[in-house]
DNA sequence: TTAATTCGGTAACATATGTTATCGCGGACC
DNA sequence: GGTCCGCGATAACATATGTTACCGAATTAA
């Protein structure tokens, strides 16, 4: 994870570099879950190969919130920062290899960065990225009928439709797999909206 | 605006000073546009007195994603950062009086700061707050009925459902407003879930 | 003040979506 | 090879939500 950093953020290569020991390389195999709903995240996950998703528990029903691939880093950030007990599950799809760097270094390395202005333009950014995207879903579940939401993502991220099992994709988009399905039989025939 | 940052942050209270001067008060009647979709923003804009409100646009029907009330600021983020246009249009509900902080100006104020540890945590807060709260708002449009919505906006905000007229209301939790006075008299009838 | 407009409630009907159940395919495991 | 199980499709029915239309109260404009 460091090392993605370090490529895309050279002038901080000696902080990355410090830091690389402390981060733990681990391969898990699919449907491995890396916190639990309601409990406190105690790392920042990266990953190097296979796919993960978060995931919201309610009622005993299972709904998908967001999908994480190669070269992609999340946590929970209200349990990370808060140590609130996070509300989503985070669980991996695919058998996947990953890098966990614990919270006590992660809160050392920005401790430590906080002086450079690159690195405050990039937190920045980092952040404000983050919150457009959750601000994006957000105004789209308001704007947008689950067949619209379905036909976005196959225009804007058909890699998610092609690798994720759909009953994933189904809670993703708000819907049941049952009219999920019908959806895309309707998009078959050719009766959809465009 | 400053003058409030400046009361929360008093360390920073000459940055704040020095910026006060370019901030413009105004006194706007109700359903004022202060920045219309497909914009560019270019102003912070602090309310004073009022309440303000986001609203998307789609085919001709008008939905709202937030209410915004005394001593809160905003801004399209992603229009204010990458001069994109604006998603949604920013409206004054009520009468207000309003606070507006040109962007150069915002700008130069970060810039300044960029170099201060405490202006760093602030924005980092700041920023993950707003993260939080849309990642919320998501989570709770995967997790709940429109039903819930309502019921959980009744709890945690019944301000809003005071203050803001009932239309703007039922476009935020996702519903129109025939289905709203529905779940209303459902309530008042005593058939809620609850 | 009256007149006009906005706002909220309700009913009847149309459509979208959920629920439950069944089937079939294909991979995982022995 | 066979068996089990995860996954997706489909049907029939139930429920939730949208649409249109109308009414009356409340607010605003003249």
Redesign the pocket.
Known sequence: MLLHFKNRFPQLAPYWDKYVQFQKRTAVPA?TVLLHEGKVSGNYIFVEKGCIRAALNTNG?DKTMQFFFENEGLTSLESFIKNAPSVFTIETIEPSVIYLLPKVHVKALIAELIHEPEFFKLMLSVFAERQIHYMNEFASFIRD???QRYLNLLANSPHIIKR???????SYV????????????KI?RGNSHF
Chains 1, 2 share one sequence.
């Not at 994720?164 to 189904?170: C, E, L, R």
């Not at 708000?174 to 039989?185: A, E, P």
């Open positions: 449907k029903t009928t689950p067949e994720v099992p759909q009953h994933y994709i189904a708000g819907i049941t797999t049952v009219h999920l399905s019908r959806i895309k039989s078959a």
